[in-house]
């Protein structure tokens, strides 16, 4: 099993709308949990950090199920500057490692 | 203030020439990292600096592979015998410290195609 699992998309959502999707992950130890967002041919960035049952950033919600080991990511209210691939990021084996998923594609329509 | 930078942005070569890239951290941050991230894949760590400790190179892909961080900055990536499954693009990040909740920032890479 992958440490960290994501579903590929793409999500196409018109603009307006509510897109989640889930990230599942292996290490049952992890604590601390991310989503970057990561634009074409672009390097990824810090979009949200989630540490214990969820964390809301505006538009953006992430709620953590450690029971089932998965972390959430819910956008409300899409843009289509919203169109990206977000990235979820679990710490590894020890204390720097990070253990990136593949990515979930967003395509927002106008 | 300046962000992760990184040269060269492209970088054609041709199997079995060698290749350097380069990274420049942002400026006070101990940690950097170095990443491959091939298409339609996740990050692949490759290794890792703190300090004057020894680099963590567990994730290097083979001994063609190696890395090196000059006076805790700046740092190359050197891969030797280049061969076509090295093509991807080589991202590099640093943080201020190494723990789980500081933020990684990442270059812009640069793309590798080996032909």
């Known amino acids: 099993r992958k440490e960290v699992e994501q579903d590929p998309g793409p999500f196409n959502v018109p603009e307006g709308a509510t897109v989640a999707f889930n990230c599942t992950y292996s290490?049952?130890?992890?604590?601390?949990f991310f989503w970057y967002r990561q634009d074409c041919r672009k390097e990824p960035k810090l979009l949200m950090s989630?540490?214990?049952s969820g964390n809301e950033d505006g538009r953006f919600t992430a709620q953590l199920n450690r029971a089932s080991q998965y972390i959430s990511l819910l956008i409300r209210d899409s843009k289509l500057s919203d169109s990206a691939t977000y990235l979820c990021?679990?710490?590894?084996?020890?204390?720097?490692?990070?253990?990136f998923g593949a990515g979930t594609t967003v395509t927002v329509r106008a | 203030g300046a962000g992760v930078s990184q040269s060269p942005s492209n970088k054609v070569t041709e199997k079995g020439k060698d290749v350097e890239l380069r990274c420049d951290p942002i400026?006070?941050?101990?940690?950097l990292y170095w990443y491959r991230q091939s298409l339609g894949q996740g990050l692949e760590f490759l290794i890792y600096?703190?300090?004057?400790?020894?680099?963590?190179k567990s994730g290097l892909p083979s001994d063609r592979f190696s890395a090196e961080r000059t006076g805790g900055s700046v740092s190359t990536l050197t891969i030797q015998r280049t061969q076509q499954e090295d093509s991807a693009v080589y991202l590099c990040?640093?943080?201020?410290?190494?723990?789980?909740?500081?933020?990684?920032?990442f270059g812009p890479g640069t793309r590798l195609l080996v032909l």
């Open positions: 990040a640093s943080s201020l410290v190494s723990v789980h909740g500081e933020t990684q920032y």
């Open positions: 290490n049952s130890a992890s604590q601390s």
């Open positions: 989630v540490y214990s």
């Open positions: 990021v679990v710490p590894g084996g020890n204390d720097y490692k990070l253990s």
């Open positions: 400026s006070g941050h101990t940690a």
């Open positions: 600096f703190q300090g004057n400790s020894a680099p963590d």
